[in-house]
C-alpha cells in the first residue's frame, strides 16, 4: 500500500462495513490518485496529498449503505458523522458521474444542488476513480497501464459504461486533458 495512505483509514473503512472488493477498489483509486498528483507535481503544479490520499480512500464509504447513485451523499453523511474533513465529505458527495449540475441531480432523484468539482484535488480523484475502473475490470484490452491513459477518449467513447452519457463523458474528458496538460507542463 502507499505510504502516504493512512492504515487506519483502511481499517475504519472495515470498521464501516466496507467490502474487501469496494475496499480494494478504494485503496487501488487512492494509490492512482496519488501516483497522477505526483505527475502533476513533477509538471509544476502542487496538490494536497492528504486530501487527495483521503478523499480518493473514502470516495465510495457510501457504498457500505447501498451501491446506487445516492451512495455519493450516504457517504458522506456518514462520514460527517465519523467526523471526516469538509473537504472529503465533499468529494464523497460530489464524486457521482464526475460532478453533476444541479438539473442533472433532479434527473437522478438526488438533491437539487451543485456538485461539480472545483478544485483540482477533486479532479485528480474523479480522473484515477475512472482509470481504476478500466484497468481493473478486464472489459478494455490493454498494452500496460498507461494505455488506459493515452487512449482514455476513445475508451469512453467505445465503451458506454465508462462514458455513462455525453454530459458525463465530456466533463470526464475535460478533466483528462486538464490532468495530463499538467503532467506535461514544463
Known amino acids: 500500500m502507499h505510504p502516504e495512505i493512512d492504515p487506519a483509514d483502511v481499517e475504519l473503512l472495515r470498521a464501516q462495513g466496507m467490502n474487501e472488493e469496494d475496499l480494494a477498489h478504494s485503496v487501488a483509486v487512492a494509490e492512482k490518485a496519488l501516483e497522477i498528483a505526483a505527475r502533476v507535481a513533477s509538471g509544476g503544479t502542487a496538490l494536497d496529498r492528504v486530501l487527495v490520499a483521503r478523499g480518493a480512500l473514502f470516495h465510495d464509504l457510501g457504498k457500505t449503505i447501498t ?14 458523522r465519523l467526523g471526516l474533513p469538509p473537504e472529503v465529505l465533499a468529494v464523497m458527495e ?5 460532478g453533476l449540475t444541479p438539473e442533472e441531480a433532479r434527473e437522478f432523484g438526488l438533491p437539487v444542488k451543485d456538485y461539480t468539482l472545483h478544485g483540482l484535488e477533486e479532479r485528480v480523484i474523479i480522473y484515477a476513480d475512472r482509470l481504476v475502473d478500466i484497468l481493473t475490470e478486464d472489459l478494455v ?18 465503451y458506454p459504461k465508462y462514458g455513462k452519457n455525453e454530459a458525463t463523458m465530456a466533463r470526464y474528458k475535460g478533466y483528462h486533458r486538464e490532468i495530463q496538460g499538467l503532467m506535461r507542463a514544463d
Do not use: N, T, Y
Not at 446506487?68 to 451523499?73: S, T, V, Y
Not at 460530489?94 to 464526475?98: A, E, L, M, S, V
Open 67 to 80: 451501491h446506487a447513485i445516492e451512495h455519493g451523499r450516504l457517504g458522506a453523511e456518514l462520514g460527517a
Open 94 to 98: 460530489k464524486h457521482i458521474r464526475g
Open 141 to 158: 484490452p490493454l498494452r500496460d497501464p498507461l494505455d488506459a491513459e493515452e487512449r482514455f477518449e476513445d475508451i469512453l467513447e467505445a
